[in-house]
């Protein structure tokens, strides 16, 4: 089983910046594609930014030119960069990892919060 490893969360104020980062261990697979995806209160699980081994990648409209998410393949770690933080980004992120064969079985991990307030 894959496993997974967030870091970066935290508390800061609008205009500020955080870098999440999460990487799979433990597992030999290879990986098709990790993501973020948050559940803010109220609303449903959704796409924060996506990023496959060919390295396209997939944004939500809300954080296209704030967020920038990269990979490191060798160690199958993902990035997001989180820059110009709005209130409204408030919400817990999950990583995502989709490993190539069995992309319907995606893997998550446990969450990370980010708080953006003054």
């Known amino acids: 089983q894959v496993q997974l490893v967030e870091s970066g969360g935290g508390l800061v104020q609008p205009g500020g910046s955080l870098r999440l980062s999460c990487a799979a261990s433990?597992?030999?697979?290879?990986?098709?594609?990790m993501g973020w995806y948050l559940r803010a209160p109220g609303k449903q699980r959704e796409l924060v930014a996506a990023i496959t081994s060919g390295d396209i990648t997939n944004y939500a409209d809300s954080v296209k030119g704030r967020f920038t998410i990269s990979r490191d393949n060798a160690k199958n770690t993902v990035y997001l960069q989180m820059n110009s933080l709005k209130p409204e980004d408030t919400a817990v992120y999950y990583c995502?990892?989709?490993?190539?064969?069995?992309?319907?079985?995606?893997?998550w991990g446990q969450g990370t919060q980010v708080i953006v307030s003054s």
């Open positions: 995502n990892v989709q490993i190539v064969g069995m992309t319907a079985y995606p893997y």
């Open positions: 433990r597992s030999s697979l290879s990986i098709y594609a």
